[in-house]
């Protein structure tokens, strides 16, 4: 029995796909040219739904209709909707050579307010870029994912260490509290900007806090946790 045959009795069984049913990069054979752009349809139909439907509301036919291609034929490259989402976290990034360059700076001379303000905006834009995928792996991560907590971890750590370290030399200088985790404090900034990026674009002047607004007060704060003088 062939493989589409198997993944069209599956679906008419309501059955998940099967261990062996890996996609083929799972199981050391490299996909061509014609498989590559089908998975990556399969992740941008995937993505697509996502913008209006939550993660548990998207099924395996709903993707496949969408990419234009069976449920027996997703199955050849993935186990669920869950694994399509991984798979597009592998190309999401948090960082870039421009926030890198920004953090990379020295906060404890002047123009480090200004420095701050960079960075949010560079940051909040960039996480913005992949806001779908992100708040899914969020609230997957939130509700005891391990796998989508593991990603969330995974892409968060090379600006965590950076934003360590700039803690750690604020902290030589007497600038910020040493009994302070380093970790910790980047930790809450990435926290922070996160928060900032999923639920500032909704702010609305009518409360009296726009974005704009929290961005200036988020880049004070981490101005101030980076070593900057008030």
């Known amino acids: 029995m062939n493989r589409e045959k198997q993944g069209q009795d599956r679906i008419l069984r309501n ?21 590559q752009r089908t998975r990556q349809q399969l992740i941008d139909a995937t993505v697509a739904l996502l913008e209006t439907h939550g993660l548990r509301d998207v099924s395996v036919v709903d993707v496949a209709r969408a990419a234009q291609t069976s449920p027996a034929t997703f199955y050849v490259y993935f186990k669920g909707v869950p694994e399509v989402v991984l798979a597009a976290l592998e190309g999401a990034s948090q960082t870039s050579p421009e ?34 995928i992100f708040v899914v792996r969020n609230l997957a991560a939130e509700e005891g994912d391990v796998r989508f907590y593991e990603a969330r971890m995974k892409q968060a750590r090379p600006m965590m260490d950076a934003i360590s370290q700039q803690v750690e030399r604020a902290q030589a200088a007497g600038r910020t509290p040493a009994h302070l985790s380093s970790r910790s404090c980047a930790g809450t900034v990435l926290m922070i900007l996160e928060r900032l990026s999923a ?29 900057a003088r008030g």
């Open 99 to 132: 926030l890198e360059a920004i953090i990379a700076r020295d906060w404890l001379v002047p123009g480090a307010d200004e420095a701050a303000a960079a960075f949010v905006e560079c940051y909040t834009d960039l996480w913005n870029r992949n806001r779908t």
């Open 199 to 227: 639920i500032g674009p909704m702010s609305s002047h009518s409360d009296g806090v726009g974005y704009a607004d929290l961005k200036a007060a988020a880049a004070h704060s981490i101005a101030m946790m980076l070593g």
């Open 15 to 35: 059955e998940p796909a099967l261990a062996d049913q890996d996609a083929p990069e799972a199981n050391g054979r490299k996909l061509g040219a014609k498989g």
